[in-house]
């Protein structure tokens, strides 16, 4: 919208709404910003749209989700992620370059096949294992995805690896017997190691809007999701998502994936996205 120039009335507020909601915030947090944004106005007197740009950054930052601490970190055992998301949403591409970040910065990485469902998907993982020097753990393909995690993390154990990432076929979040699998995984690698998995990471594609967050509550309430990965950034400007997860499932994103190589993975930003909405506001 072009703020300069505008006068605070109904139809630019009704405006930067629309904007919001095209831009995948959500409904309902698209309309509780700009209420915030109109009693803003009443309550200073302001008349000028420019003057409620900065009003409208603090109530974006305000309604995130930022965590204080980084992804989690055990101490005396391995660290264990479980990966989850529907199909094609870039889990095994994620944890991939997960790897390579953490192994770049001086831990031993084991990633684990969970995925026995889609062929090819073990020697997908295996590829970027070797790519990043990771330690791999396989099974059979049509095999148990929890006998893979349980394998892998008493490799983990008896090697003294630092972080196991563990990969899980893509699941449609509305295939309640697949949901169960993975609630089994969790529960399997929880009996493995103590308190682990330590971060389950929803992998959602950013390019899917508000369906995401249909995703988000499916496999929150399945396995309760830690945080999320936004893959795919680079393919949409419409990151307000973000927020949504933020309102209405207090989840944080932590991780954005920006392109298909092993470098292509960056912490979530939160100044960056709160000037990426008020761009193409
Ligand atoms: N542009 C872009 N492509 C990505 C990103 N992350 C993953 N991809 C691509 O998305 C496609 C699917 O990625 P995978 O990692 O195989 O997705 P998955 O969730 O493991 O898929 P399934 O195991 O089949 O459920 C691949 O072509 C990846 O290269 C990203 O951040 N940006
Ligand atoms: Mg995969």
Redesign the pocket.
Known sequence: MPWKGRKIDEEALEELEEILIESDFGVQAALSLVEDLREVARRQGLTEMSQLREALGDAVRRALVVPEDDLALASGGPTVYLMV?V????????IGKMARGMIESGRTVLVAAG?TY?AG?SE?LARWAERVGADFVGGQDGGDPAAVAYDALEAAVARGTDIVLVDT??RLHTHKGLMEELVKVKRVIGKKVEGAPHEVLL?LDATVGQNGIVQAREFKAAVDVSGVVL?????TARGGVVMALSEELGLPVRLV????SAD?LAPFDPDDFVAGVLDSA
Do not use: L, P, Y
Request: charged share 25%; proline share 0%.
């Open positions: 998301g199909n094609g949403v870039g889990k095994t591409t994620t995925d889609r998907a997908q076929a893509g992998v893959a795919k950034m680079d393919s994936g920006i392109g298909e292509d």
